[in-house]
Nanobody
Framework: QVQLVESGGGLVQAGDSLRLSCAAS????????MGWFRQAPGKEREFVAC????????WYADSVKGRFTISRDNTKNTVYLQMNSLKPEDTAVYYC????????????????????WGQGTQVTVSS
């Protein structure tokens, strides 16, 4: 069992930055592919970014590429999402997720790959 706790959300203005954190426990962190997803009101949950077990490979949704950066610190059991140049359309609840089984992070760009989810943190971007 893996427990995930997100933090760092909030209310910001367009163009601002935020950094989300997700602390994991319950399983060797370096054995987990980690991902971030988001869900806006009335919309389906969508992939944002994921990172391989070592941190050497990352994948991004086209909508955030060049603005968001996913990273991890395996010594701190934490994954991060640095969000720059935020836009009102980035407003959503952001979820951290852990995938213990995929053979490669390239397969972890869909929510079905993930077994464990955090409770979510709200990000609101005003125009």
């Amino acid at each position: 069992q893996v427990q995930l706790v997100e933090s760092g959300g909030g209310l910001v203005q367009a163009g601002d930055s935020l950094r989300l954190s997700c602390a994991a426990s319950g399983r060797t962190f370096s054995s987990l592919i980690m991902g971030w997803f988001r869900q806006a009101p009335g919309k389906e949950r969508e992939f944002v970014a994921c990172i391989s077990r070592s941190g050497g490979k990352t994948w991004y949704a086209d909508s955030v590429k060049g603005r968001f950066t996913i990273s991890r610190d395996n010594t701190k059991n934490t994954v991060y999402l640095q969000m720059n140049s935020l836009k009102p359309e980035d407003t959503a609840v952001y979820y951290c997720a852990a995938d213990p089984d995929s053979s490669d992070s390239i397969y972890a760009r869909r929510s079905a790959a993930y077994d464990y989810w955090g409770q979510g943190t709200q990000v609101t971007v005003s125009s």
